[in-house]
């Protein structure tokens, strides 16, 4: 090939994965250059693979290979979804890149949307490999313990530090065993810290992720309490170490090179993406209006009186610590009726509500509170709020109605979020998917829903040629579920929550054909560009 044209030897990059085209980039300094030029160009990539096919389990250590094999550039993310009988995580850590993260979750059911069509819960183990150019991609792990205030204020003060340089987008986060006590805290104070990310996961069994990488600055500026503890996640003793400096000397130089993973039970656990993550959220639940029936854009219910309730008042119901206020609506206005009536005159109606859906003015949607056991003895609606400034804000005029699960709705509102999706990403390409369902919505044909991974098949019949992965969860994480909404894309207002499924949606713009036409593969240029790789011993890796 010595003698083709760029051009053609492009062509034939376009079709060869990343091992073959690092044999072809070894194999010359010219191919070396135009391997990697191919690469810069080509933009992000996703690629999955899974267990099951053609009726039989395939070995855990194909599916970690299939996450290399079947691509062209190497992974910077990888998500990967197993149940207690694969043995995935083993083979992750050997097969992927040194620089790739990885977050695994295992659960008892895990569900697949195969590119070709195929919806299927029967894999015991499936991957998702992302190569997003220009993305930054943060691991992090909490375990439950005296120690997890600190962490998450240092995890806290970290993306602060740095959220400038990376401007966040999103945080997939898992939480396990004791961990699920932390999920509230830890999902409130991330929003609060960055009130524009979207926040996505859900409740696991156990699970595990990359060990985080740090720079000499950031382990300077941790304290001694924190800097023993990940001392003590590498079985180690910090008892050996007398001085602040050498801890951190220990931990950047144990860091360097590896590819370690971290397994956890008890802990929350997850991945913060920035930069160029091409990443978006969005949540689907289903309701029935007990007003309306069908859910609609407006209500002609308004919102008259409303007191927020602060701990310490008298009509505050609640003891403890790390109390929350309380808004309580005691009046309502009746738009078709013109009449103002106490809330008691509607508890009656309401008996049977599961959510008090409330619409602010210019916001698209009812957000979905769940009904409190006390209204009728506190003669208000109750809406609780995590004490942020954004729920804080006066209820007064906002939109109400009131709505409970239904397994119709639910069905109905899959179809029209799925719908409203493939519309509103016309000139876009989704490459892949992550769903977090509820285990009450499947995967098996029984319950409200009365159909086999309702959730995964829906999304399937609108978008056949997409990937996507997950898991049936124990709680979902992901923004407050929405009633009458038009925009299917939410961020912020991030909530623990059930019966829903929660999206992370990796959306790129539609590149209609690469122009490599423009590469100059002179021998000044291939001899300027290999050297200044090989310049950097951290571009050695092919």
């Known amino acids: ?53 053609d009726g039989t389990h395939l070995p855990a250590s194909d599916v970690a290979r299939g996450g290399i094999l079947r691509m062209q550039q190497a992974p910077n993310l990888a998500l990967a979804f197993q149940t207690p009988r694969s043995a995935l995580s083993d083979h992750l850590a050997n097969t992927l890149p040194k620089d790739t993260v990885i977050l695994g979750v295992i659960a008892d059911d895990i569900q697949v949307n195969h590119p070709e069509g195929e919806v299927e819960h029967k894999s015991r183990a499936a991957l998702m490999s992302a190569s997003f150019p220009g993305a930054v991609i943060t691991p992090f792990s909490i375990d439950f313990g005296p120690k997890a205030e600190d962490e998450i204020e240092s995890l806290r003060a970290r993306l602060l530090e740095r959220n400038e340089s990376c401007c966040w987008k999103a945080i997939i986060v898992y939480m396990c065993g004791r961990g699920n006590f932390m999920s509230e805290k830890f999902v409130t104070r991330m929003q609060r810290t960055l009130p524009d990310v979207a926040i996505v996961g ?67 656990f997850g991945v913060i993406l ?56 005691r009046q309502i206005y009746n738009k078709e009726t013109g009449k103002t009536s106490p809330a008691t005159e509607y508890m009656t109606k309401s008996v049977r509500a599961d959510f008090i859906g409330l619409k602010r003015q210019n916001h698209d949607g009812f957000e979905l509170n769940v009904m409190s056991q006390y209204c009728q003895s506190l003669q208000a609606y109750l809406i609780m709020t995590d004490g942020s400034p954004d729920q804080l804000k006066s209820l007064q005029d906002a939109e109400l109605d009131f709505f409970v699960l239904d397994g119709k709705a639910c069905l109905e509102h899959m179809d029209h979020t799925v719908s409203k999706l493939k519309e509103q990403t016309r000139g876009e390409e989704i490459l892949g998917a992550v769903m977090f369902s509820c285990s009450g919505r499947g995967p098996m044909k029984e319950g409200m829903l009365q159909e086999e991974m309702a959730d995964a098949t829906r999304f399937a019949k609108f978008f056949p040629d997409v990937p996507c992965l997950g898991f049936y969860a124990g709680g979902e994480i992901g923004p407050m579920a929405l009633a009458g909404n038009e925009n299917v894309f939410q961020a912020g207002r991030a909530t623990v929550q059930g019966f829903t499924a929660v999206f992370a949606l990796f959306i790129v713009p539609i590149l209609e054909n690469h122009d490599y036409h423009h590469l100059d593969d002179c021998r000044e240029n291939v001899t300027s560009f290999v050297q200044s790789r090989l310049s950097n011993t951290a571009h050695l890796i092919i």
């Not at 051009?7 to 135009?34: E, F, T």
């Not at 920035?274 to 029936?293: D, T």
């Not at 790390?322 to 309580?328: A, E, G, N, Y």
Request: glycine share 8%; hydrophobic share 35%.
């Open 274 to 329: 920035g930069g160029n993550a091409p990443v978006r959220s969005m949540v689907s639940r289903g309701v029935k209006s007990i007003i309306q029936g069908v859910p609609s854009m407006s209500s002609p219910l308004v919102v008259k009186d409303v007191f927020l309730a602060r701990p310490g008042d008298d009509c505050y119901l609640f003891d403890g610590e790390d109390l929350k206020p309380i808004h309580m609506i």
């Open 202 to 268: 859900g409740i696991c069994s156990q699970g595990y992720v990359s060990k985080p990488k740090y720079t000499k600055e950031e382990l300077s500026r941790m304290t001694v309490r924190l800097l023993k503890k990940l001392i003590q996640r590498q079985g180690l003793n910090p008892g050996q170490f007398i001085e602040k400096s050498e801890i951190v000397d220990h931990i950047l130089n144990s860091t360097i090179g590896q590819h370690s993973l971290e397994y956890v039970e008890n802990s929350v």
């Open 1 to 53: 090939m010595d003698n083709y044209n760029s051009d053609i030897v492009l062509a034939v990059v376009q079709y060869l994965n990343i091992v073959d085209s690092g044999r072809l980039a070894l194999s010359g300094k010219r191919y070396y250059y135009l391997v990697h030029q191919y690469r810069q160009l080509r933009g992000p990539e996703l690629v999955t693979t899974a267990s099951w096919k």
